[in-house]
T-cell receptor
Framework: NAGVTQTPKFRILKIGQSMTLQCTQD?????MYWYRQDPGMGLKLIYY???????DKGEVPNGYNVSRSTTEDFPLRLELAAPSQTSVYFC?????????????FGPGTRLTVT | TQLLEQSPQFLSIQEGENLTVYCNSS?????LQWYRQEPGEGPVLLVT?????EVKKLKRLTFQFGDARKDSSLHITAAQPGDTGLYLC???????????FGKGTSLLVTP
């Protein structure tokens, strides 16, 4: 099993451009998450999904959008990129929610907005 | 958001030393997890603690969940360079789907 895969690994965007970060999991997990990690700041939840067709905002959703049309895929859309969105983005999945179940993380996408 | 404070933020030690890192909150958590993250990779789960006062051991790593389920500690015995990484604690409340992560403790173990 590949687990959680993310593409691209690196990307440089200009201010105002848009892009989609792709995330796919092959573990048939219901829950999927998007986090951003800034230096010294830990992981902050952007959006999460408890199943296909259901998404909800996390702690820092502004400037981002998500969709969950299938169990496997959970893309993150950045509209009108801003320098404040420079970060490392991690996608994760788990069988169900909460801290009783392991979250499996992808390798991350390092995004720079200049 | 339930805040998790981790200390110390940075720790640099020599191989063979012992260390303890802490994860504290004013909130009660139904369970708490510890993850380790190596440079350029995503976090990987080390352990989940669920019961207040619970102690779990993973080889040279000992994890403890506070009696009141508001804090946790990770103790490493005889640290090795392979222990180098960012250690993150994450907690979940009874009503939450998602995890709240602490800022992490960055550990460097030199030979």
């Amino acid at each position: 099993n590949a687990g959680v895969t993310q593409t691209p690994k690196f990307r440089i965007l200009k201010i105002g451009q848009s892009m989609t970060l792709q995330c796919t999991q092959d573990m048939n997990h219901n829950y999927m998450y998007w986090y951003r990690q800034d230096p010294g700041m830990g992981l902050k939840l952007i959006y999460y999904s408890v199943g296909a067709g259901i998404t909800d905002k996390g702690e820092v959703p502004n400037g981002y959008n998500v969709s969950r049309s299938t169990t496997e895929d959970f893309p993150l859309r950045l509209e009108l990129a801003a320098p404040s969105q420079t970060s490392v983005y991690f996608c994760a999945s788990s069988r169900t929610g909460g801290a009783n179940y392991e979250q499996y993380f992808g390798p991350g996408t390092r995004l720079t907005v200049t | 958001t339930q805040l998790l404070e981790q200390s110390p933020q940075f720790l640099s030690i020599q191989e063979g030393e012992n260390l303890t890192v802490y994860c504290n909150s004013s909130s009660v958590f139904s369970s708490l997890q510890w993850y380790r993250q190596e440079p350029g990779e995503g976090p990987v789960l080390l352990v989940t603690v669920v019961t207040g006062g619970e102690v779990k051991k993973l080889k040279r790593l000992t994890f403890q969940f506070g009696d009141a389920r508001k804090d946790s500690s990770l103790h490493i015995t005889a640290a090795q360079p392979g222990d180098t990484g960012l250690y993150l604690c994450a907690g979940s409340s009874n009503s939450g789907y998602a995890l709240n992560f602490g800022k992490g403790t960055s550990l460097l173990v030199t030979p």
